[in-house]
């Protein structure tokens, strides 16, 4: 399993000489098994993805964990979307009150864009998903509700016996009272546990999320015990303030990591940066 980040910055898009390191585009992911492969999130990291994607491939899937902006704000930039010779299934967590498909017509409409969702070339085809699991090639992805505001979900990518999750907006301490020791009622246990990667939310300082309690994400200590809690064997940090510097967020992992050991290994995620599970 290939797993390339081309985007992982939380909330908006920040680039600057300051944030080369790590990247200024917002959540895209992109998994790959041979000529097999999908795409995680539609952020602004979605369109140099597009430009580099296999013009070969017919058929192409985007897997969205939720609808805030920084999560689908690339797709009107993605390239395939304008050729008719291609399907997108675009996979999404199903609502109470409007159907995925009508959700993502008030972006692609103006004043927020130009281009009606109607007016794309490609054929698009919506999945809606909630607790469900489903098979794209050889993968078997689950999908699970998370904390985050929102209809939010978090997946579990398992090829063959190795499991990468990916939980980039994830409140993990919000769910249960006693976090981080009642698995039972933990937000994206049943996603994480065990996992051989697991990409998580670490846009907080402790401190800071104390004043952010509700607002869906997490502080990297907490991103840190829910590893510990789910056993995974690697963390890598996700969704980045759009403020912090590449030497704000080391400083952060300093901090949340000093005088501590751990069962697992753990680093900053970056742009570009390519992870193989074999």
Request: glycine residues 8%; contains cysteine; proline residues 5%.
């Amino acid at each position: 399993m290939k797993i390339t980040i081309w985007g992982c910055r939380g909330s908006l898009p920040s680039p600057g000489l300051e944030k080369n390191k790590y990247g200024g585009n917002t959540s895209c992911v992109h998994v790959q098994d041979g000529d097999v492969g999908f795409i995680l999130d539609g952020g602004s990291g979605i369109s140099r993805l597009g430009v580099h994607f296999d013009e070969n491939i017919k058929e192409i899937n985007i897997l969205l964990t939720h609808l805030h902006l920084d999560h689908i704000m690339g797709l009107g930039y993605f390239k395939p979307l304008y050729d008719p010779n291609v399907t997108v299934n675009i996979w999404g967590p199903s609502s109470s009150s409007d159907s995925l498909s009508k959700r993502l017509r008030q972006y692609f409409s103006p004043p927020l864009f130009p281009v009606r969702l109607n007016e794309l070339q490609a054929e698009i085809v919506f999945k809606e998903i909630g607790n469900d699991t489903f098979s794209i090639g050889n993968f078997v992805i689950q999908s699970e509700y998370v904390c985050h505001p929102g209809p939010t979900v978090g997946y579990r990518i398992r090829l063959e016996n190795k499991v990468f999750t990916f939980l980039p907006d994830h409140e993990p301490a919000l769910g249960s009272s006693e976090f981080p020791h009642l698995k039972d009622w933990t937000s994206g246990y049943n996603l994480a546990h065990h996992a051989d990667l697991l990409f998580h939310d670490g846009q907080y300082t402790s401190d800071e999320y104390k004043d952010r309690i509700g607002w869906g994400h997490s502080s990297m200590e907490d991103a840190i015990k829910f590893s510990e809690m789910t056993k995974v064997k690697r963390l890598v940090f996700f969704h980045y303030d759009p403020i912090r510097s590449d030497f704000e967020l080391e400083q952060m992992l300093m901090k949340s990591t000093k005088d501590k050991k751990f069962d697992f290994d753990l680093n900053l995620g970056r742009e570009n940066e390519v992870f193989y599970i074999e």
